[in-house]
Structures are given as structure tokens and as C-alpha cells.
């Protein structure tokens, strides 16, 4: 059974982080990249990070370059999404979801949501 399972969000302060965690069942991120994704209210849902270890690449939204950092738990199966200097525009639901095995551009499973608020 394949299943994408997010987790890590929380309420934080203008400033402050969070990591975000996405762990991975029946399948392996050597297979397929890992994308973070988000959406926030009102707003269409918008690509944050992709992280393919058969590219070896990680990839970010220029919103988010110097601040957030994806990386992979080969042991756990696990991506992260390190999210540092969060600011309230950071507000958003993030889910994690499997692309294609060299980006994100096309995706074919999503776990659910995980709620990152900001305060100001």
C-alpha cells in the first residue's frame, strides 16, 4: 500500500521554524521525488520544494530560497522540509506528494495536509 503521511506543522511566530516531516510507505524516495506543496487561504495551491535523488537535486520556490531546506532519511523513508525565518505569508496547509522519478512537475499521490501558521 502506498501512502504518503504528513506531519510537523504547528502555530509559530513571525521568525521562528518548524520541520515538517513526510514519511513514505511502499515505496522509496530513491524511486521518486518528493514535492512540498502548500495552499493557503484564497490562494492556489503553489510548489514550495522538490527533492529527487535520482537528478540529485533540490529544488525551491524563490519565495522560499536561504529560508526553507528539503532534505531525505534514507533509514526512516522520511523527507523533511525545513522551515526557518517563517514569516505570516508562510501561512498555509503543506502536503507533501510523490512526482516523477526526476521532479515534481507531475504527481501521482498526496498525503494529507499539514497546517503551518505564522503569527505576526
Known amino acids: 500500500d502506498v501512502q504518503l503521511q504528513a506531519s510537523g506543522g504547528g502555530l509559530v511566530q513571525s521568525g521562528g521554524s518548524l520541520r515538517l516531516s513526510c514519511r513514505i510507505s511502499?515505496?522509496?524516495?530513491?524511486?521518486?521525488?518528493i514535492g512540498w506543496f502548500r495552499q493557503a487561504p484564497g490562494k492556489e495551491r503553489e510548489g514550495v520544494s522538490c527533492f529527487s535523488a535520482t537528478a540529485g537535486s533540490a529544488t525551491y520556490a524563490e519565495s522560499v530560497k536561504g529560508r526553507f531546506t528539503i532534505s531525505g532519511d534514507n533509514a526512516k523513508n522520511t523527507v523533511y522540509l525545513q522551515l526557518s525565518s517563517l514569516k505570516p505569508e508562510d501561512t498555509a496547509v503543506y502536503y507533501c506528494?510523490?512526482?516523477?522519478?526526476?521532479?515534481?512537475?507531475?504527481?501521482?499521490?498526496w498525503g494529507q495536509g499539514t497546517l503551518v501558521t505564522v503569527s505576526s
Open positions: 506528494a510523490a512526482g516523477v522519478p526526476r521532479g515534481c512537475d507531475r504527481t501521482w499521490l
Open positions: 511502499g515505496f522509496t524516495f530513491d524511486d521518486y521525488a
